[in-house]
C-alpha cells in the first residue's frame, strides 16, 4: 500500500529521511480493525520522529502520523484515536506509563490503511467532513482536555490563549468560544492576532503584553517565552494547564512565589482518553464548531505539507486526503 514514512533521522535536515512509497499491509493482531484512511492530519510530532525524537532507530522504517479518519472493517465512518495502551490496562489511557501514540510503537496514519485497537475507533458523526474528523485525534484532543478536564473551565470563565498560530492553541480558541469562555489570546504576530479573532478570541494581545483583566485560566504549549507572563495572568486561585515547551522547556523564573502566595495551580496535560475523543466529536456536531484548515493536500504531495510546517508557514491544519 502507498504509505509516507520516516527510513532514518536527520536533526537538521528532517526532510531527509521522508519517504514516499510502498509499504507492506498492517499486519492487525487479535482485538484490532483496520482503518482506510480517508483523510489524516499533520503534526509537529511527525517532524520530531523525523529528528529521532520520541522514535527508536530499531523501529524504522516507521509510517507517520498519528491523525486520521476513515472506514473501518464494517462499513463505518470512523475517527481514529491515537493514544494506544497495554491491552491489559484500565482506565485514563493517558496514564498508562507503556502507552503509545501511533507511528511510535505501531505504524501510523499516513497510508491507505492503519491497524488499531477496536477500542481506537470512535464513530463520525455525518456532520463532520473526513477532512475535519482528521484534524481532531492529536492537537484537537489536546486542546479539549486542558480546557475541560485538567483546567475544570466552564462558560462564563475567561482563558487566556498564548501563542496563536499553533495547532493546540487554535483549537483552544475555538473551542473555549464554543463552550461560552471569554477568549483573550496572544501572539508575536499581527497577521495571527487577526486570525485569532476570525476563529474566535474576544480580544488579541501581543505575547507579554499587560491583559486588562486576571483570567481564571492559561493554556500553555509556548513555554519559556510566555510562563512568566502565564503566571502573572492568573487571578489568584486560577490554573495554568501546560501541554508543551515549543520555545523551551528551562525557565530563567518559574515564579514559585507567585505560585504559592496566589494558590495557584499548576497542571500538565498530555493528549486525552477515547471517551474526551468521542466527547470532542459530539461537542463539535452539537455546536457546528469546526477545526481550522490550512491547506488539504493528496497524500502524494505530503512533502510540501511537512515543509510547510518545517517553515511554520501554516495557521491551522495541514490536512492529506486519498
Ligand atoms: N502534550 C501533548 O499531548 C501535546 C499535543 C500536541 C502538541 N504538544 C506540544 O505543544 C506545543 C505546541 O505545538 P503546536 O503544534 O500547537 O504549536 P507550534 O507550532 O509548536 O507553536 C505554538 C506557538 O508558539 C509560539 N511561539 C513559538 N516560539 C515563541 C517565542 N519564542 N515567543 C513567543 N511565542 C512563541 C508561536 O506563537 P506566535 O507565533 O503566535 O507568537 C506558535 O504559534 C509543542 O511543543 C508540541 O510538541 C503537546
Redesign the pocket.
Known amino acids: 500500500m502507498f504509505a509516507v514514512y520516516a527510513e532514518s533521522f536527520s536533526s537538521d535536515d528532517p526532510l531527509s529521511g521522508l519517504v514516499l512509497g510502498e509499504r507492506p499491509e498492517p499486519e492487525v493482531p487479535d482485538g484490532w480493525t483496520t482503518v482506510t484512511v480517508k483523510a489524516a492530519s499533520l503534526?509537529?510530532?511527525d517532524l520530531?520522529s523525523l529528528r529521532g525524537v520520541g522514535l527508536r532507530e530499531e523501529a524504522l522504517p516507521m509510517i507517520l502520523g498519528c491523525d486520521a479518519a476513515g472506514i473501518d472493517e464494517d462499513g463505518n465512518e470512523v475517527v481514529v484515536h491515537a493514544v494506544i495502551s497495554e491491552p491489559s490496562w484500565k482506565g485514563d489511557e493517558t496514564l498508562d506509563p507503556k502507552r503509545s501514540l501511533l507511528s511510535e510503537k505501531h505504524q501510523g496514519t499516513l497510508a491507505d490503511r492503519v491497524a488499531v485497537p477496536r477500542r481506537n475507533v470512535v464513530p463520525k458523526p455525518a456532520s463532520l467532513s473526513f477532512e475535519e474528523a482528521a484534524c481532531l485525534p492529536?492537537?484537537w484532543l489536546?486542546a479539549y482536555r486542558m480546557l475541560f478536564t485538567q483546567g475544570g473551565l466552564k462558560a462564563g470563565d475567561t482563558v487566556l490563549v498564548?501563542?496563536?498560530?499553533?495547532?493546540?492553541?487554535?483549537a483552544a480558541i475555538t473551542l473555549a468560544r464554543a463552550a461560552g469562555l471569554k477568549v483573550l489570546a496572544?501572539?508575536?504576530?499581527e497577521a495571527?492576532?487577526a486570525r485569532a479573532l476570525e476563529i474566535g478570541a474576544h480580544e488579541v494581545f501581543e505575547?507579554g503584553a499587560r491583559l486588562p483583566v486576571k483570567v481564571d485560566g492559561v493554556i500553555e504549549?509556548?513555554?519559556?517565552?510566555?510562563w512568566s507572563h502565564s503566571i502573572r495572568s492568573l487571578r489568584p486561585g486560577g490554573v495554568l494547564v501546560v501541554?508543551?515547551?515549543?520555545?523551551g522547556p528551562k525557565l530563567d523564573d518559574a515564579e514559585l512565589t507567585r505560585i504559592f502566595f496566589l494558590q495557584l495551580r499548576v497542571v500538565g496535560?498530555?493528549?486525552?482518553t477515547r471517551s474526551e475523543l468521542a466527547s470532542l466529536v459530539s461537542m463539535l456536531d452539537a455546536s457546528g464548531a469546526r477545526p481550522l484548515v490550512d491547506r488539504t493536500l493528496p497524500l502524494e504531495q505530503a512533502r510540501d505539507g511537512f515543509a510547510a510546517?518545517a517553515q511554520?508557514e501554516l495557521f491551522g491544519k495541514i490536512v492529506f486526503t486519498r
Do not use: E
Open positions: 503534526n509537529h510530532h520530531w492529536t492537537a489536546t498564548q501563542g496563536a498560530g499553533g495547532g493546540v492553541a487554535t496572544t501572539s508575536r504576530d495571527k492576532r505575547s504549549t509556548v513555554g519559556r517565552a510566555t501541554s508543551g515547551t515549543t520555545s496535560s498530555t493528549m486525552g510546517m511554520g
